[in-house]
């Protein structure tokens, strides 16, 4: 069976910067977006990772310029490539306090999302909102419990965004039972879908999925010193 190319661009945020033209290329809509935010932090990162997210664009397709490219919203607020640019190229964005990822594929469920252990906590609340009732026994066996919640969590929020609709879905309608033995990375393969979950020493947890595929896929990852 021919395999099918997935691409994850990883962007760490430290030594970062960013000037004038780089910013140019941002729309209008991206820039009101970016002064919204509270903490100067937030608003350099998410400029970050949309002035990468265009160039990563254009790197697979150069004959677009990187301040050309325009977004739509879908119903539920994610961001598409515009129908004008005759491109059937899906990506998706996560980002925390420290990284962004961006999965890129042809298929156009596909989602991704990255959490910082060091910064989260989880509730009681939190488990009932988010684990099933098979997940809360593997749970409460779990000796690194927050590693495991998060875990979850980051896959469940991938796949929800793969769907396009976010958390618009209770997360506890998804459900991953196998993963007791998850310690640095683990695929899972469905019928139609296909997650990755990977833990780095610096206490991150990025989950990616790809769903209602039957195709083959070959995972490749990248940095920014690829562009």
């Given at each position: 069976?021919?395999?099918?190319?997935?691409?994850?661009?990883?962007?760490?945020?430290?030594?970062?910067?960013?000037?004038?033209?780089?910013?140019?290329?941002?729309?209008?809509?991206?820039?009101?977006?970016?002064?919204?935010?509270?903490?100067?932090k937030?608003?350099?990162?998410?400029?970050?990772?949309?002035i990468?997210?265009?160039?990563?664009?254009?790197?697979?397709?150069p004959?677009?310029?990187?301040?050309?490219?325009?977004f739509?919203?879908?119903?539920?607020?994610?961001?598409?490539?515009?129908?004008?640019?005759?491109?059937?190229?899906y990506?998706?964005?996560?980002?925390?306090?420290?990284?962004a990822?961006?999965?890129?594929?042809?298929?156009?469920?596909?989602?991704?999302?990255?959490?910082?252990?060091?910064?989260?906590e989880y509730?009681?609340?939190?488990?009932?909102m988010v684990?099933?009732?098979?997940?809360?026994?593997?749970?409460?066996?779990?000796?690194?419990?927050?590693?495991l919640f998060?875990?979850?969590?980051?896959?469940?929020?991938?796949?929800l965004?793969?769907?396009?609709?976010?958390?618009?879905?209770?997360p506890?309608?998804v459900n991953?039972?196998?993963l007791?033995?998850?310690?640095?990375?683990?695929?899972l393969?469905?019928?139609?879908?296909?997650?990755?979950?990977?833990?780095?020493q610096?206490?991150?947890?990025?989950s990616?999925?790809?769903?209602?595929?039957?195709?083959?896929l070959?995972?490749?990852?990248?940095?920014?010193?690829?562009?």
């Amino acid at each position: 069976m021919k395999s099918y190319k997935l691409d994850i661009w990883h962007i760490p945020f430290e030594n970062l910067s960013f000037d004038a033209g780089s910013l140019e290329s941002l729309s209008q809509e991206e820039k009101t977006k970016a002064n919204n935010f509270f903490k100067d932090k937030d608003r350099e990162n998410y400029i970050f990772s949309h002035i990468y997210l265009r160039q990563i664009l254009t790197h697979y397709f150069p004959w677009v310029k990187q301040e050309e490219w325009v977004f739509t919203l879908n119903a539920y607020g994610r961001p598409e490539l515009s129908l004008k640019h005759k491109i059937s190229f899906y990506f998706n964005l996560s980002h925390s306090t420290k990284r962004a990822y961006i999965i890129c594929s042809s298929f156009p469920l596909c989602g991704i999302d990255v959490e910082e252990l060091n910064e989260l906590e989880y509730s009681p609340e939190l488990l009932k909102m988010v684990l099933s009732e098979e997940e809360e026994k593997i749970f409460k066996k779990a000796s690194n419990k927050k590693k495991l919640f998060f875990a979850y969590w980051t896959l469940k929020e991938a796949h929800l965004k793969a769907l396009g609709r976010g958390l618009s879905l209770s997360p506890k309608e998804v459900n991953f039972q196998d993963l007791d033995a998850f310690e640095k990375e683990l695929y899972l393969k469905g019928e139609n879908s296909f997650y990755g979950l990977f833990y780095t020493q610096e206490e991150c947890l990025m989950s990616f999925a790809v769903l209602e595929n039957k195709k083959e896929l070959e995972v490749s990852f990248f940095s920014i010193e690829d562009l």
